[in-house]
């Protein structure tokens, strides 16, 4: 049963331009989100997360919005960057029960020049 | 800082074998954490570990099993291959620091492919 879903396995975009990434999940008791980043043969390394007492967190070129109600998350990259191409997981867990992180499929995204 | 080793990176066994999979976290990281990687199923959380103990436990069958030492060094064994259990196999460990979440650093993976 996946709790976490990103339904655009796939996203191509133009360098310089924004790219948004979507991530919906079904847990309610999910409190903690993340965005990971995959390069082939690499493991996942940490972009940006986001507690649900937050609506927005930023770091540089990334953002993160929470929509609680809609149970909706999404990563913003201003501007895009060839380098920024690679898969995008969502992940999401319950903060007080260990740190088991529920991922999404991922969305891989090609940025173009 | 070195980062998250996982040994083999590579492995081919054959149905009905076992296999053991080694991580070493980043030194003073205390918890590691286990994940399957397919292309079906994504990334899949099997197991968690701190101070020896497991914290946490996905939903996978008895055959997956993972231990911790006492230099919070791990190993996952999965016993009676199936062809399923085809997959990345990747290892994370967190710093543990007391706080509701750490950020998990994850390793390059071990490929196991099931013949």
């Known amino acids: 049963d996946q709790q976490v879903k990103q339904n655009s396995p796939s996203l191509s975009v133009q360098e310089g331009r924004i790219s948004i990434l979507n991530c919906d999940y079904t847990?309610?008791?999910?409190?903690?989100f993340l965005w990971y980043k995959k390069y082939p043969a690499e493991g996942p390394t940490f972009l940006i997360s986001i507690s649900s007492i937050k609506d927005k967190n930023e770091d540089g070129r990334f953002t993160v919005f929470l929509n609680k109600s809609a149970k909706h998350l999404s990563l913003h990259i201003v501007p895009s960057q060839p380098g920024d191409s690679a898969v995008y997981f969502c992940a999401a867990s319950v903060s007080n029960s260990g740190y088991a992180l529920n991922f999404g499929k991922g969305t891989s995204l090609l940025v173009t020049p | 800082k070195a980062g998250v080793t996982q040994t083999p990176r590579y492995l081919i066994k054959t149905r009905g074998q076992q296999v053991t999979l080694s991580c070493s976290p980043i030194?003073?990281?205390?918890?590691v954490s286990w994940y399957q990687q397919t292309p079906g199923q994504g990334l899949q959380f099997l197991f968690e570990y701190f101070s020896e103990t497991q914290r946490n436990k996905g939903n996978f069958p008895g055959r997956f099993s993972g231990r911790q030492f006492s230099n919070s060094r791990s190993e996952m064994n999965v016993s009676t291959l199936e062809l399923g259990d085809s997959a990345l196999y990747l290892c994370?460990?967190?710093?543990?620091?007391?706080?509701?979440?750490?950020?998990?650093?994850f390793g390059p993976g071990t490929r196991l492919t099931v013949l």
């Open positions: 847990n309610s008791m999910f409190d903690y």
């Open positions: 030194s003073g990281h205390r918890s």
């Open positions: 994370a460990s967190s710093l543990n620091a007391g706080g509701p979440y750490n950020e998990q650093f």
